[in-house]
């Protein structure tokens, strides 16, 4: 029996002191995923503008542009204001980090030293969401295609219905080749189905917008297997 292997994703890691990223590399090293260092807050901003990365593990305490500063940062960029951010930081803290990190756009605050199985399971939750938002997006994307496709095969359809009056008594008399009306059939039924994949995935992710997009989707599968089914 086949396994599915989980995309692999990137995590991007961002501390000044070389020794904090190797202690990192090694408790993420079990999640076999792809790690970029960066070692400062102006490193890690060109990473986020040259890749994509599902969740960012930034020091707080970092010369020039703390991590304060650098989750502002990130946040204020339409291309990565969406990526979360897990702020780090040591165990002699001020009473506010908690506070200012939350209020920057932060998703979590982890205090060191770290839990591995804590901050590997913090860090899974947020890779599973990663490739969710991944597949919705790839989903939609298809949607799009197959809306497309069916409109056009809806207008390629209609141009073959009888008109009225004496073109209509002429078409009936001619009617379309049989082969092109098969071919139209068979592209529909393959939309069809399609369609109620996406439409079973899309159920199975559980969320309110995932559950609203599977609505519209069953509405175009009914219009799609009207189509098929044609005229009373």
């Not at 001020?94 to 209020?103: F, H, K, L, N, V």
Request: charged residues 30%; negative net charge.
């Amino acid at each position: 029996m086949s396994t599915h292997t989980p995309e692999k994703c990137s995590i991007l890691i961002v501390d000044d002191i070389e020794a904090n990223l190797v202690a990192l590399e090694a408790l993420l090293g079990p999640l076999h995923q792809e790690l970029v260092r960066a070692h400062s807050g102006e490193e890690a901003l060109k990473a986020m503008l040259r890749q994509e990365f599902a969740v960012v593990l930034l020091d707080v305490l970092m010369p020039g542009m703390d991590g304060f500063e650098t989750a502002a940062n990130i946040k204020r960029l339409d291309q990565t204001k969406d990526v979360p951010i897990i702020l780090l930081t040591g165990t002699e803290v001020e009473t506010d980090y908690a506070y200012r990190g939350y209020s920057v756009g932060a998703a979590d605050f982890l205090t060191k030293p770290f839990d591995p199985w804590l901050l590997r399971t913090k860090i899974c939750v947020f890779l599973d969401l990663f490739r969710k938002n991944r597949q919705l997006a790839a989903q939609a994307e298809q949607l799009r295609h197959l809306f497309a496709e069916a409109r056009t095969v809806t207008a390629l359809r209609g141009r073959t219905e009888p008109a009225e009056g004496t073109a209509a008594r002429r078409e009936q008399e001619e009617p379309s080749p049989p082969a092109a009306t098969a071919r139209t059939e068979e592209r529909l039924a393959d939309i069809g189905e399609q369609l109620t994949q996406i439409e079973l995935l899309l159920r199975e992710a559980g969320d309110v917008e995932a559950s609203t997009l599977a609505d519209r989707v069953a509405e175009l599968e009914r219009a799609v297997g009207g189509l098929r089914l044609g005229p009373e």
